[in-house]
Nanobody
Framework: QVQLVESGGGLVQAGGSLRLSCAAS????????MGWYRQAPGKQRELVAI???????NYRESVKGRFTISRDNAKNTVALQMNSLKAEDKAVYYC?????????WGQGTQVTVSS
């Protein structure tokens, strides 16, 4: 079994910052990609940022220049530094990993941005 434990969500004013963290544990042989998705009320879940095992990154256009994803392969952790937060960033953020052909999701952490 693989477990993903997220932390770091909360309430922040527009323009502020939050840092999300996710730790993967359990029967993990290797993690290929790690990333963060988000889902706002009434909307589909969307990819925010992804990072591969060789540290290559890709971001949703709307968060480029504001969000930074990072990972620690030795600790099986992934983080998302979110700066200059906007009201439209409000959502439940989910940690996501892909191991050898299997993907796993965290339970989600709420990010609320007040204007």
């Amino acid at each position: 079994q693989v477990q993903l434990v997220e932390s770091g969500g909360g309430l922040v004013q527009a323009g502020g910052s939050l840092r999300l963290s996710c730790a993967a544990s359990g029967n993990i042989f290797s993690i290929n990609a790690m990333g963060w998705y988000r889902q706002a009320p009434g909307k589909q879940r969307e990819l925010v940022a992804i990072i591969t095992s060789d540290q290559s990154t890709n971001y949703r256009e709307s968060v480029k220049g504001r969000f930074t994803i990072s990972r620690d392969n030795a600790k099986n952790t992934v983080a998302l530094q979110m700066n200059s937060l906007k009201a439209e960033d409000k959502a439940v953020y989910y940690c996501w990993i892909v191991t050898t052909g299997v993907q796993y999701w965290g339970q989600g952490t709420q990010v609320t941005v007040s204007s």
